[in-house]
């Protein structure tokens, strides 16, 4: 039971390139949501699908899209990166059904756009 | 989602009880308090939650005042590896709350 796990670990990218950060999660949650971390500062809410087929802007959505590809993966993506992006990314799960509920995190993406 | 206060910084000696303060002054009778923390660069690790009454597990004792209105985590004997940023955070019903991260406590244990 790996719980959420993140690809790549790091990566760089030039100012205009696209890539796509991978999150997959083996706990049969329902909920996934993409965090964004810059230095210094707490977690900021990207986008975030509470079930499988939704997806929902959080605070911080612009130049960013997502994709629910099935129930155990949430990916994002950013279509053209910016050096504002460069970041470090979270993705976490949750059952969606318990009140209260729970959220687990994966170890994190280390963006850096130059 | 309420909003939540903490202080930004904290320090304590190894062994002693360390106790971080939070407020949430406009929490719903719905909403729920919980904490996580974050070591280092890692993602955040969940601590422990509760609704009005006290809650204590094998990391940490929450302590939620009367009106709701604040709450005290406390880690009994804090060690070295307990330095880290510490979130109060303030929710509902997770399918369609969003959680929302202050700034958090930065908790330094010193030796």
């Known amino acids: 039971n790996a719980g959420v796990t993140q690809t790549p670990k790091f990566q760089v990218l030039k100012t205009g390139q696209s890539m796509t950060l991978q999150c997959a999660q083996d706990?049969?949650?329902?909920?996934m949501y993409w965090y964004r971390q810059d230095p210094g500062m707490g977690l900021r809410l990207i986008y975030y699908?509470?079930?499988?087929?939704?997806?929902d802007k959080g605070e911080v959505p612009n130049g960013y899209n997502v994709s629910r590809l099935n129930k155990r993966e949430f990916s994002l993506r950013l279509e053209s990166a910016a050096p504002s992006q460069t970041s470090v990314y979270f993705c976490?799960?949750?059952?969606?059904?318990?009140?209260?509920?729970?959220?687990?995190f994966g170890p994190g993406t280390r963006l850096t756009v130059l | 989602d309420a909003k939540t206060t903490q202080p930004p910084s904290m320090d304590c000696a190894e062994g002693r009880a360390a106790n971080l303060p939070c407020n949430h002054s406009?929490?719903?009778?719905?909403?729920?308090v919980y904490w996580y923390r974050q070591i280092h660069s890692q993602g955040p690790q969940y601590i422990i939650h509760?609704?009005?009454n006290n809650e204590t597990n094998e990391m940490a004792s929450l302590i939620i005042t009367e009106d709701r209105k604040s709450s005290t985590l406390i880690l009994p004997h804090a060690t070295l590896r307990d330095t880290a940023v510490y979130y109060c955070i303030v929710t509902g019903y997770s399918s369609a709350s969003k959680i929302i991260f202050g700034s958090g406590t930065r908790l330094s244990i010193r030796p």
């Open positions: 509760g609704l009005k």
């Open positions: 706990m049969n949650h329902n909920s």
């Open positions: 406009t929490i719903s009778g719905n909403e729920y």
């Open positions: 976490a799960s949750c059952t969606g059904t318990r009140n209260p509920d729970t959220q687990y």
């Open positions: 699908s509470a079930s499988e087929g939704t997806t």
